[in-house]
């Protein structure tokens, strides 16, 4: 056993868990650690995948930033007592909704067998990557050579999130100059 | 990593996982969260498919889903920030001004 298959199982394991964590903790705090150990978790799969730019950037965008939007939104509304919601839906729904999941992620497994006989025809293989001096180097170059159009779209729908969440976050203080 | 389509199992199980979030809690935050869930675990997906193909358009799609997820995470927790103020609660079975 090598030890790439064992860090595989150490974070795929953390991964899964955590994310039954995320789902089963009764207080939104104790969810969003546990979503942390998931993010953390995901990079390492990132790394093993040897996609280490997007490894780095799950630690900065998703622990780094939207992890801690979420703890300050739950410290705001002060949102860390105890909920049950879990309890309150009947037996029933519970029931169905799980044994659906479970059909969902039998079909989704089926799916996934059939990606074993893939056999990749691209040519960023791992020797082509290292001579182009690494993951970074051989992202940008597509991302700028190719999809140069696109990554300047994303910037346009990152401006409209910030003036929504600005227009979303003031509305109280519009109105209020308004009837001043 | 010599068999990539392992992680495929990992992603699979962290969406449902995400999705049984998302159908459960009435919390608006974990329901947040668990939208998180399955956009990594669809991220993951897709830089499991760009080593199987020895292909970079995977990863620079993980790339422009983070910074979708980010977004909408921003807006998302903005509109439960607008609802906490109007209606003093983060549970989603209390939005029923219409039905009112």
């Known amino acids: 056993m090598d030890w790439s298959f064992l860090a595989f199982i ?25 979503l942390v150990l998931v993010f953390f978790s995901f ?24 992890m801690v939007l979420f703890v300050f939104v739950i410290m705001l509304l002060g949102q860390d007592e105890p ?16 044994l659906g999941a479970f059909g969902f992620l039998t079909i989704l497994l089926q799916a996934v067998l059939s990606a074993k006989e893939i056999n990749g025809k691209g040519i960023y293989t791992d020797e082509k990557i290292a001579e182009m001096g690494g993951n970074l180097k051989a992202i940008a170059e597509v991302l700028f050579r190719d999809y140069i159009f696109h990554f300047e779209l994303i910037s346009f729908l990152i401006l409209a999130a910030v003036v929504a ?16 | 990593m010599n068999d990539p389509w392992l992680m495929l199992i990992v992603s699979c199980t962290v969406f449902v996982i995400g999705l049984l979030g998302v159908v459960f809690r009435k919390n608006l935050l974990i329901v947040l969260m668990s939208v998180e869930l399955m956009l990594n675990a669809v991220n993951l997906s897709f ?20 910074t979708v997820a980010a977004a909408e995470s921003a807006v998302g927790l903005g509109l439960v920030i607008a609802l906490f103020r109007t209606l003093k609660t983060a549970d989603s079975d209390q939005i029923q001004m219409l039905r009112d």
């Open chain 1, 43 to 66: 990079s390492g799969l990132y790394a093993l995948l040897g996609a280490h730019f997007i490894a780095a950037l799950q630690i900065l965008v998703y622990t780094g930033a939207i």
């Open chain 1, 83 to 98: 909920t049950s919601d879990l309890k309150e839906s009947s037996l029933l729904f519970k029931g169905v909704a799980t």
């Open chain 2, 47 to 66: 830089a499991t498919f760009a080593r199987l193909h020895h292909s970079l358009e995977g990863q620079l799609s993980v790339l422009f889903v983070m």
């Open chain 1, 165 to 180: 969440t600005v227009a979303l976050a003031k509305r109280k203080n519009f109105n209020e100059e308004e009837n001043a």
């Open chain 1, 10 to 34: 150490v974070f795929s394991t953390i991964a899964i868990l955590g994310s039954l964590m995320v789902i089963l903790q009764k207080t939104p705090v104790s969810s969003a650690f546990s």
